[in-house]
């Protein structure tokens, strides 16, 4: 019997139908389900532009509307109006309007991608999927054409990076500490071109909507994707809605990797990224102070129930000192979070509250600072210029600091509200 | 053997800085797209560059946004081949559906100053760079026939069409 695979020489071996394949391999693949964005009208004019006419599998590709929406201007409307055509002309099966979602989100909580599976995105965040043990991508428009008109995509077998995480964490503290520690220690290149493979003990005892973080910020790793080993929790939550079988997949217990990575997470301090680069991560304490102007809660990586409670627990009977703007991260999140409260409790804190998507994640619209203004965010990339100005200083954080942080107006440790 | 001027930068350097993301659902022509290239990381490029030039990068260059307008944007301003200690799995995929040569090799970031010359042979994969002959190692022979082919459109262009067009890949959207 062949032992010795981790889960993405095992996951590809299953997409590309052959028996097995190890790193450095290339291999054709056909993904389970393959998805878009706002940039679907410019994938459907490479598509027409190479000759092809119908789409390979229109019952495996999910579009779905959150980059800039609603729309901001008249061409973005344009785009939009572009892309819902597209979607009638092709059939496509799983179309996802203005204000439904972030498109990592969506598709996760339909169910339209399960455990083993394989995905593409035209979305680098694409590694995201890895929560509930697939294999997820992300690829360029080209890519994404070649794939809507063939139904496959060549790829190198990637070497694989194991993550080993122990131990409970404290309070207030997070996932997305945990990422922004892995990331500060090992850098933004620290994971470049690999599978990142979680393991550990730490893993069972995170909610779903906190392990998504994980393999969502291995993007900012370097990583082609990331994966958690799915158990009971994970398969109940996709059972209602999904509409085929699946078979999950685990790395095997002699599998070769090419890094290793452990992290105490017990011990693990809040973490929080300076501008202008997600490897530059101190200790919260280093940082405490520092004013900002705006507070940002939202996107794939922190915009989930969870985080907006948690921001909802800092900010009860506070009052904001600088704008906090909380966007969720799909329509289900919102109705959850009016439903419990949590909606009403940062409004009341004075809280804005804007249309599920990408929000001014990546400086479309919703919230982009004026120069030298400082944001403090839960989203995943503080590069200079991402939200649009390019002498707008982004820091980096879980919904904890943030929230703790808009009630200050300054860098603030959230332990104190909580 | 072909020499080309150069424009040196160094580490992660990444997409927003590259083509700011706030552009890349309004933006389509290539004039458009060309004129942003690089413009939070050195302004002054699009008004240096010459067709022909290359960039020679450190580590992870082009890590971030699957935006494909961060090759593409260089390919406009006349940029056929880019140099880099490595490149981001992404960037790197992208740069081969555009038809543009991926060069992965360590060292000469720190080796040169923007303005210097160096000469490529692609034909023997080695770079000549300060006096020195640097070795690199061939694209894989399906994925080097990207290239050959002009990029991914082209080459499906020939699969489908049976000919290639000539299309210009418009401006996009990542």
Known sequence: MNTGYTFVEKALARAAGVESARAGAILDMRPDLIFSHDNTAAIRRIFEAIGATRMSRPERVAITLDHAVPAPTTQHAQNHAEIREWVRLQGIAHFFEVGRGICHQVISEEALILPGETIFGSDSHTPHFGWLGAFGMGVGRTEMAALWATGALWIRVPESMQIELNGHLRPGVTA???????????????????????????????????????????????????????????????EAKRTRDYTPIYPDADAVYADRYELDVASLEAQ??????????????????????????????????????????????????????????????????????????????????????????????????????????????????????????????????????????????????? | ???????????????????????????????????????????????????????????????????????????????????????????????????????????????????????????NNRIIAAGQTFNFTPLSPSVQAIIDAGGLVPMLQMRFLGYVDGYVPAGGKE
Request: net charge negative; with cysteine.
């Open chain 1, 176 to 238: 997305k500490d945990i990422a922004l520690k892995i990331i500060g220690d090992r850098t933004v290149g620290g994971g470049q071109y690999r599978s990142i493979e979680f393991s550990g003990n730490t893993l069972p005892t995170l909610s779903l909507d906190e392990r998504a973080v994980l393999p969502n910020m291995m993007a900012e790793f370097g990583a082609m994707n990331a994966y958690l080993p799915p158990d009971q929790a994970v398969f109940d939550y996709l």
């Open chain 1, 272 to 418: 929080i990224a300076l501008p202008h680069q997600p490897d530059h991560v101190v200790n919260l304490s280093e940082a405490v102070g520092q004013p900002v102007q705006q507070a940002f809660i939202g996107t794939c990586t922190n915009g989930r129930l969870e985080d907006i409670e948690a921001a909802a627990q800092v900010l009860r009977g506070q009052r904001v000192r600088c704008r906090l703007i909380v966007i969720p991260a799909s329509s289900q999140v919102l109705l959850a979070a009016t439903q419990s409260g949590a909606i009403a409790t940062l409004i009341e804190a004075g809280a804005s509250i804007s249309t599920p998507g990408c929000g001014p994640c990546m400086g479309n619209h919703m919230g982009i600072p004026a120069p030298n203004e400082a944001t403090i965010s839960s989203a995943n990339r503080n590069f200079k210029g991402r939200m649009g100005t390019a002498d707008a200083p982004i820091y980096l954080a879980s919904p904890y600091v943030v929230a703790a942080s808009a009630i200050k107006g300054a860098i603030t440790d959230p332990a104190e509200f909580l």
């Open chain 2, 1 to 123: 053997m072909t020499t080309h001027r150069v424009h040196v930068y160094g580490d992660h350097v990444n997409t927003d800085v590259i083509f700011p993301g706030k552009y890349t659902y309004t933006l389509k022509t290539p004039e458009d797209i060309a004129a942003h290239a690089l413009e939070d990381l050195d302004p002054t490029f699009v008004s240096r560059v010459q067709p022909g030039d290359v960039i020679v990068a450190g580590s992870n260059w082009g890590m971030g946004s699957s935006r494909e307008q961060a090759v593409t944007c260089l390919k406009y301003a006349g940029i056929n081949i880019l140099i880099a200690a490595s490149f981001s799995g992404l960037y790197f995929r992208n740069c081969i559906n555009q038809g543009i040569l991926p060069i992965v090799c360590p060292g000469l970031n720190t080796l040169l100053q923007t303005g210097d010359t160096l000469e490529i042979d692609v034909t």
